[in-house]
């Protein structure tokens, strides 16, 4: 590894012992709930909350003011990719200007786009360009404040792991609330209602944010490089964990053949053979899964939490098996439930592995790799999944899906790093 005067060596990081966390009991078993942890918690929830009212109201303003249904498509395609190429930077810039910052500065960058589309689509309908431009800012927002959300939680939760399930708990119930209360408001009132909710949010997180007390670390305070030069440093990190990338490097075959077409594919099956009231309630099983899997993760605490996390996806191939061969709709509410458990407690397990293994002063650009690895995978694999459908069948395409999840299952517990990482 190269180490230069003005970086700070990870092998080092590594060694200094963990600050005490600002707020939490230092006598006896450590106290989740800290004045930081309560801040972040509501920085989250009503962050997650916005972010599921975005699709539900751009799809109500742009088809009510006669626009196509591919113009919802353009609106959030082009967020994603506004994420997926600025969030390798996001991830320098965290290190470099510390999380805290960037994040605030990303709700403030959003705050004032979410409040433009409300004011435009309560009056009638924005031009289709200025709709584009604000949704890629919002996802340039977006990658300047996710891969802070990795770095703060270990340096405001004296549990890592049960903060990780909380979290996740608060987000599946989030993701449920977010469409709803976007439809209701549309209903009562219009789109601009539900962009104003969001607009909301992001400044009660920005005050969240502005509230936290996080000790410094020395990494804080050190010289950095070049924007390029720490994302090449950043590399290096990543690649000198065999354990990190080998997961990485599975997971994104796991996003191209199931994650990413699973989605569209579940959509479009279920909803032409049972109607979209069954694939809302599935969606709500698949979200409830996700609750039960969070809260599993805050009772059990395996010594060995990527292989338990692999022993976990399991549930994700009887999931597919039962949507691919046509099961009847409770077993097909059994299988989501089942897969939105097996996934949740899965990225509980990763999320901790990481967040406690990588030095602090790397943790943002790697959080950021992996983000941007699964979300471009991700997005090729839904892209090909219409047309690969269309020529094989959607059924034999999810039956494959499943039998491609068991081989990432098996192929997680047989790299020996994977397989043998401890909690720490």
Same mark, same amino acid.
Request: hydrophobic content about 55%.
């Given at each position: 590894?190269?180490?230069?005067?003005?970086?700070?060596?990870?092998?080092?990081?590594?060694?200094?012992?963990?600050?005490?966390?600002?707020?939490?009991?230092?006598?006896?078993?450590?106290?989740?709930?800290?004045?930081?942890?309560?801040?972040?918690?509501?920085?989250?929830?009503?962050?997650?909350?916005?972010?599921?009212?975005?699709?539900?109201?751009?799809?109500?303003?742009?088809?009510?003011?006669?626009?196509?249904?591919?113009?919802?498509?353009?609106?959030?395609?082009?967020?994603?990719?506004?994420?997926?190429?600025?969030?390798?930077?996001?991830?320098?810039?965290?290190?470099?200007?510390?999380?805290?910052?960037?994040?605030?500065?990303?709700?403030?960058?959003?705050?004032?786009?979410?409040?433009?589309?409300?004011?435009?689509?309560?009056?009638?309908?924005?031009?289709?360009?200025?709709?584009?431009?604000?949704?890629?800012?919002?996802?340039?927002?977006?990658?300047?404040?996710?891969?802070?959300?990795?770095?703060?939680?270990?340096?405001?939760?004296?549990?890592?792991?049960?903060?990780?399930?909380? =979290?996740?708990? %608060?987000? !599946?119930?989030? &993701?449920?609330? +977010?469409?709803?209360? #976007? @439809?209701?408001? *549309?209903? $009562?009132?219009?789109?601009?209602?539900?962009?104003?909710?969001?607009?909301?949010?992001?400044?009660?997180?920005?005050?969240?944010?502005?509230?936290?007390?996080?000790?410094?670390?020395?990494?804080?305070?050190?010289?950095?490089?070049?924007?390029?030069?720490?994302?090449?440093?950043?590399?290096?990190?990543?690649?000198?964990?065999?354990? =990190?990338?080998? %997961?990485? !490097?599975?997971? &994104?075959?796991? +996003?191209?053949?199931? #994650? @990413?077409?699973? *989605?569209? $594919?579940?959509?479009?099956?279920?909803?032409?053979?049972?109607?979209?009231?069954?694939?809302?309630?599935?969606?709500?099983?698949?979200?409830?899964?996700?609750?039960?899997?969070?809260?599993?993760?805050?009772?059990?605490?395996?010594?060995?939490?990527?292989?338990?996390?692999?022993?976990?996806?399991?549930?994700?191939?009887?999931?597919? =098996?039962?949507?691919?061969?046509?099961?009847?709709?409770?077993?097909?509410?059994?299988?989501?439930?089942?897969?939105?458990?097996?996934?949740?407690?899965?990225?509980?397990?990763?999320?901790?592995?990481?967040?406690?293994?990588?030095?602090?002063?790397?943790?943002?650009?790697?959080?950021?790799?992996?983000?941007?690895?699964?979300?471009?995978?991700?997005?090729?694999?839904?892209?090909?999944?219409?047309?690969?459908?269309?020529?094989?069948?959607?059924?034999?395409? =999810?039956?494959?899906?499943?039998?491609?999840?068991?081989?990432?299952?098996?192929?997680?517990?047989?790299?020996?790093?994977?397989?043998?990482?401890?909690?720490?």
């Amino acid at each position: 590894m190269l180490v230069t005067d003005n970086t700070y060596k990870s092998e080092a990081a590594e060694r200094i012992p963990p600050r005490p966390v600002p707020g939490a009991a230092q006598d006896g078993p450590p106290a989740l709930w800290n004045r930081n942890f309560r801040l972040f918690f509501v920085a989250r929830a009503v962050a997650v909350l916005g972010e599921g009212m975005v699709p539900v109201a751009f799809a109500a303003g742009l088809i009510g003011a006669g626009h196509s249904g591919a113009s919802v498509g353009y609106a959030l395609g082009l967020w994603t990719a506004a994420f997926a190429v600025f969030v390798l930077f996001g991830g320098v810039l965290a290190d470099r200007f510390t999380a805290r910052r960037m994040m605030i500065v990303a709700d403030l960058v959003r705050l004032p786009g979410a409040l433009l589309l409300a004011f435009t689509f309560a009056l009638g309908s924005p031009p289709l360009w200025a709709v584009y431009v604000l949704s890629a800012v919002s996802g340039i927002g977006a990658a300047l404040f996710q891969p802070g959300v990795a770095s703060t939680i270990p340096r405001i939760a004296p549990d890592v792991q049960r903060a990780n399930a909380v =979290l996740r708990v %608060v987000e !599946a119930l989030m &993701t449920m609330a +977010g469409p709803a209360l #976007a @439809g209701l408001l *549309v209903a $009562l009132w219009n789109a601009g209602a539900a962009f104003a909710v969001n607009a909301v949010t992001f400044a009660v997180s920005a005050v969240c944010f502005l509230l936290l007390r996080i000790a410094p670390v020395p990494s804080d305070d050190v010289r950095r490089g070049s924007l390029f030069s720490e994302m090449a440093l950043g590399w290096r990190e990543f690649a000198s964990r065999s354990w =990190l990338w080998g %997961v990485i !490097a599975i997971w &994104t075959v796991y +996003g191209l053949t199931v #994650a @990413g077409p699973m *989605v569209p $594919l579940t959509a479009s099956l279920v909803t032409e053979d049972h109607g979209s009231a069954t694939y809302g309630v599935l969606m709500a099983a698949g979200g409830a899964g996700s609750a039960a899997g969070g809260l599993l993760a805050l009772r059990l605490r395996p010594v060995r939490p990527l292989a338990a996390g692999a022993v976990a996806l399991l549930g994700l191939p009887v999931n597919l =098996l039962l949507l691919g061969t046509g099961a009847p709709v409770p077993l097909l509410y059994a299988g989501q439930f089942l897969g939105g458990a097996a996934f949740a407690f899965w990225l509980v397990m990763w999320s901790t592995s990481v967040q406690t293994h990588v030095p602090q002063d790397a943790l943002n650009r790697m959080h950021a790799y992996d983000v941007a690895g699964s979300l471009l995978m991700m997005g090729v694999g839904r892209a090909l999944s219409g047309p690969v459908a269309d020529a094989a069948g959607t059924e034999r395409v =999810l039956l494959v899906g499943a039998a491609i999840a068991l081989l990432v299952v098996a192929a997680l517990l047989a790299v020996r790093p994977i397989r043998t990482l401890r909690r720490v």
